[in-house]
Protein backbone atom coordinates (compact mmCIF):
# COMPACT_ATOMS: atom_id res chain seq x y z
CA UNK A 1 0.00 0.00 0.00
CA UNK A 2 1.41 3.61 -1.00
CA UNK A 3 2.18 6.85 0.75
CA UNK A 4 -1.08 9.37 0.68
CA UNK A 5 0.47 12.32 -0.66
CA UNK A 6 -0.27 15.42 1.62
CA UNK A 7 -2.04 17.94 -0.12
CA UNK A 8 0.10 21.71 0.11
CA UNK A 9 -2.86 22.95 2.42
CA UNK A 10 -1.98 20.02 4.69
CA UNK A 11 2.20 20.74 4.37
CA UNK A 12 2.02 23.95 5.05
CA UNK A 13 0.11 23.03 8.36
CA UNK A 14 2.65 21.04 9.06
CA UNK A 15 5.29 23.49 8.92
CA UNK A 16 3.78 26.22 10.57
CA UNK A 17 2.84 23.65 13.83
CA UNK A 18 6.70 22.93 13.97
CA UNK A 19 7.70 26.81 13.59
CA UNK A 20 5.27 26.75 16.98
CA UNK A 21 6.37 23.98 18.53
CA UNK A 22 10.42 25.00 17.61
CA UNK A 23 10.10 28.16 18.93
CA UNK A 24 8.72 27.23 22.37
CA UNK A 25 11.33 24.54 22.55
CA UNK A 26 14.34 26.50 21.02
CA UNK A 27 13.60 29.97 20.88
CA UNK A 28 12.03 31.32 17.66
CA UNK A 29 16.24 33.10 16.57
CA UNK A 30 17.46 29.39 16.89
CA UNK A 31 14.68 27.94 14.50
CA UNK A 32 16.17 26.85 11.04
CA UNK A 33 15.08 26.05 7.96
CA UNK A 34 16.80 22.64 8.18
CA UNK A 35 15.16 21.91 11.93
CA UNK A 36 11.50 22.75 10.54
CA UNK A 37 12.45 19.96 7.49
CA UNK A 38 13.42 17.50 9.73
CA UNK A 39 10.79 18.05 11.98
CA UNK A 40 8.60 17.34 9.01
CA UNK A 41 10.34 14.82 7.53
CA UNK A 42 10.98 17.48 4.13
CA UNK A 43 14.21 18.44 2.28
CA UNK A 44 14.90 21.92 3.19
CA UNK A 45 14.32 22.96 -0.93
CA UNK A 46 10.69 21.17 -0.11
CA UNK A 47 9.99 24.17 2.79
CA UNK A 48 11.22 26.62 0.23
CA UNK A 49 8.40 25.05 -2.33
CA UNK A 50 5.84 25.89 0.43
CA UNK A 51 6.99 29.62 1.87
CA UNK A 52 9.51 30.93 -0.44
CA UNK A 53 11.51 33.04 2.43
CA UNK A 54 11.66 32.07 6.00
CA UNK A 55 9.71 35.57 6.45
CA UNK A 56 6.92 33.86 5.12
CA UNK A 57 6.80 31.03 7.20
CA UNK A 58 7.16 33.71 10.47
CA UNK A 59 3.99 35.50 8.59
CA UNK A 60 2.20 32.00 8.48
CA UNK A 61 3.01 31.42 12.03
CA UNK A 62 1.39 35.10 13.12
CA UNK A 63 -1.86 34.54 11.01
CA UNK A 64 -1.87 30.74 12.90
CA UNK A 65 -1.55 32.39 16.50
CA UNK A 66 -3.78 35.10 15.62
CA UNK A 67 -6.44 32.37 14.36
CA UNK A 68 -5.82 30.11 17.51
CA UNK A 69 -6.33 33.26 19.86
CA UNK A 70 -10.03 32.58 21.65
CA UNK A 71 -11.71 35.39 21.17
CA UNK A 72 -14.99 34.34 22.86
CA UNK A 73 -18.84 33.40 20.84
CA UNK A 74 -21.67 33.98 22.05
CA UNK A 75 -21.29 33.29 25.88
CA UNK A 76 -19.58 35.63 25.95
CA UNK A 77 -21.73 38.79 24.60
CA UNK A 78 -24.90 37.70 27.43
CA UNK A 79 -22.40 38.70 30.31
CA UNK A 80 -21.84 41.84 31.57
CA UNK A 81 -19.02 44.23 30.30
CA UNK A 82 -16.89 43.91 33.41
CA UNK A 83 -17.42 40.07 33.21
CA UNK A 84 -16.48 39.81 29.42
CA UNK A 85 -13.00 41.65 30.18
CA UNK A 86 -12.22 39.29 33.02
CA UNK A 87 -12.96 36.28 30.42
CA UNK A 88 -11.69 37.37 28.02
CA UNK A 89 -8.57 37.72 30.52
CA UNK A 90 -8.19 34.38 31.16
CA UNK A 91 -8.75 33.24 27.74
CA UNK A 92 -5.37 34.71 27.05
CA UNK A 93 -3.58 33.48 29.90
CA UNK A 94 -5.34 29.76 29.14
CA UNK A 95 -4.21 30.49 25.38
CA UNK A 96 -0.61 31.62 26.42
CA UNK A 97 -0.17 28.61 28.68
CA UNK A 98 -1.07 26.25 25.94
CA UNK A 99 0.74 27.94 23.17
CA UNK A 100 4.15 28.78 24.95
CA UNK A 101 5.53 29.91 21.78
CA UNK A 102 4.01 32.90 21.55
CA UNK A 103 6.11 34.44 24.62
CA UNK A 104 9.08 33.59 22.99
CA UNK A 105 7.79 35.00 19.53
CA UNK A 106 6.67 38.33 21.24
CA UNK A 107 10.37 38.78 22.59
CA UNK A 108 12.31 37.55 19.94
CA UNK A 109 14.67 39.58 17.66
CA UNK A 110 12.64 37.94 14.61
CA UNK A 111 9.92 39.51 15.49
CA UNK A 112 11.42 43.21 16.74
CA UNK A 113 14.54 43.30 14.39
CA UNK A 114 14.30 41.34 11.41
CA UNK A 115 10.73 40.49 10.26
CA UNK A 116 8.21 44.01 9.78
CA UNK A 117 5.61 41.77 8.11
CA UNK A 118 5.07 39.57 12.00
CA UNK A 119 5.53 42.67 14.01
CA UNK A 120 3.14 44.78 12.49
CA UNK A 121 0.61 41.68 12.57
CA UNK A 122 1.40 41.35 16.42
CA UNK A 123 1.39 45.10 16.32
CA UNK A 124 -2.34 45.20 15.19
CA UNK A 125 -3.57 42.01 17.05
CA UNK A 126 -2.61 43.83 20.39
CA UNK A 127 -4.30 47.18 18.54
CA UNK A 128 -7.57 45.75 17.90
CA UNK A 129 -7.38 43.68 21.82
CA UNK A 130 -6.13 46.90 23.58
CA UNK A 131 -9.51 48.40 21.86
CA UNK A 132 -11.64 45.32 22.82
CA UNK A 133 -10.73 45.65 26.52
CA UNK A 134 -11.26 49.63 26.30
CA UNK A 135 -14.72 49.43 24.88
CA UNK A 136 -15.72 47.19 27.70
CA UNK A 137 -14.23 49.63 30.35
CA UNK A 138 -16.00 52.19 28.48
CA UNK A 139 -19.57 50.02 29.27
CA UNK A 140 -18.80 49.53 32.47
CA UNK A 141 -18.23 53.73 33.41
CA UNK A 142 -21.58 54.35 31.10
CA UNK A 143 -23.64 51.60 33.41
CA UNK A 144 -22.14 53.31 36.37
CA UNK A 145 -20.06 50.32 37.86
CA UNK A 146 -16.60 51.53 36.83
CA UNK A 147 -15.41 55.12 38.35
CA UNK A 148 -16.05 57.89 36.39
CA UNK A 149 -12.45 59.42 36.25
CA UNK A 150 -11.61 55.89 34.78
CA UNK A 151 -9.86 56.09 31.52
CA UNK A 152 -10.44 53.56 29.57
CA UNK A 153 -7.48 53.11 27.67
CA UNK A 154 -5.58 54.14 30.04
CA UNK A 155 -7.15 51.01 31.70
CA UNK A 156 -7.08 48.60 28.33
CA UNK A 157 -3.59 49.22 28.37
CA UNK A 158 -2.59 48.53 31.74
CA UNK A 159 -4.31 44.89 31.40
CA UNK A 160 -2.43 44.32 28.78
CA UNK A 161 0.49 45.60 29.74
CA UNK A 162 0.07 43.54 32.62
CA UNK A 163 -0.84 40.12 30.87
CA UNK A 164 2.69 40.67 28.40
CA UNK A 165 4.74 41.26 31.78
CA UNK A 166 3.47 37.91 33.06
CA UNK A 167 3.77 36.36 30.43
CA UNK A 168 7.78 37.16 30.31
CA UNK A 169 8.04 35.81 33.78
CA UNK A 170 6.26 32.96 33.04
CA UNK A 171 8.98 32.10 30.32
CA UNK A 172 11.74 33.94 32.62
CA UNK A 173 10.62 31.21 35.39
CA UNK A 174 10.94 28.50 33.27
CA UNK A 175 6.88 28.46 33.84
CA UNK A 176 7.01 27.09 37.06
CA UNK A 177 3.85 28.89 38.32
CA UNK A 178 0.39 28.34 36.66
CA UNK A 179 0.24 31.81 34.68
CA UNK A 180 -3.65 31.30 34.67
CA UNK A 181 -4.27 31.28 38.48
CA UNK A 182 -1.37 33.76 38.98
CA UNK A 183 -2.93 36.30 35.70
CA UNK A 184 -6.28 36.13 37.37
CA UNK A 185 -5.41 36.59 41.22
CA UNK A 186 -3.04 40.04 40.18
CA UNK A 187 -5.45 41.28 37.12
CA UNK A 188 -8.54 40.98 38.61
CA UNK A 189 -7.41 42.57 41.79
CA UNK A 190 -6.31 45.61 39.53
CA UNK A 191 -9.69 45.76 37.58
CA UNK A 192 -11.08 45.57 41.10
CA UNK A 193 -9.95 48.88 42.15
CA UNK A 194 -12.09 50.39 39.28
CA UNK A 195 -15.24 49.40 40.92
CA UNK A 196 -17.34 52.97 41.54
CA UNK A 197 -18.22 53.66 45.14
CA UNK A 198 -20.44 52.17 47.18
Not at 17 to 34: F, S
Not at 150 to 156: E, H, K, Q, S, Y
Amino acid sequence: MGRTRKSAEDRKREIIDAAIRLAAEKGPDRVTTQQLADAVGLTQPAIFRHFPTKADIWAAVGNEIVRRLDTGGAELAAMPPADRLRALVSRQLGFIARQPAITAILFSRELHAENDALRQHFEEMMRDRRLRFAELVQAEIDAGRFRPDLNPADAAALTLAAIQGLAMRWSMEQRRFDIVAEGERLIFAMIDTWNAPA
